[in-house]
Nanobody
Framework: QVQLLESGGGLAQPGGSLRLRCTAS????????MGWYRQAAGKQRELVAL???????KWGDSVEGRFTISRDGGENTVSLQLNSLKPEDTAVYYC????????????WGQGTQVTVSS
């Protein structure tokens, strides 16, 4: 059973930064494609970014170049650097492991809260 564990959420001021990390356990194979989605209160879950083991990336529409996704923590980890945070970035951020062909999410973490407020 694949389990995804997020860390690094919290409170940031507008214009500030946070770094999220996700580590997978229980996988009997390398998770080729991992990334992040987010869900704000009252809204649908949306893609933030996905990255595969070859460095290919897929971005959601709301990121606007402020976030960076990487696989620099080793196999089956993914990090998301959130810069120039805005109040509208407030959401629960979910780690996902996705199908390596379709990029559709297959496994989910429990989520970590990011709140941007002064």
């Amino acid at each position: 059973q694949v389990q995804l564990l997020e860390s690094g959420g919290g409170l940031a001021q507008p214009g500030g930064s946070l770094r999220l990390r996700c580590t997978a356990s229980g996988a009997r194979f390398s998770l080729n494609t991992m990334g992040w989605y987010r869900q704000a209160a009252g809204k649908q879950r949306e893609l933030v970014a996905l990255i595969n083991s070859g460095g290919g990336r897929k971005w959601g529409d709301s990121v606007e170049g402020r976030f960076t996704i990487s696989r620099d923590g080793g196999e089956n980890t993914v990090s998301l650097q959130l810069n120039s945070l805005k109040p509208e970035d407030t959401a629960v951020y979910y780690c996902a492991a996705a199908d390596y062909i379709t990029w559709d999410p297959k496994y989910w973490g429990q989520g970590t809260q990011v709140t941007v407020s002064s």
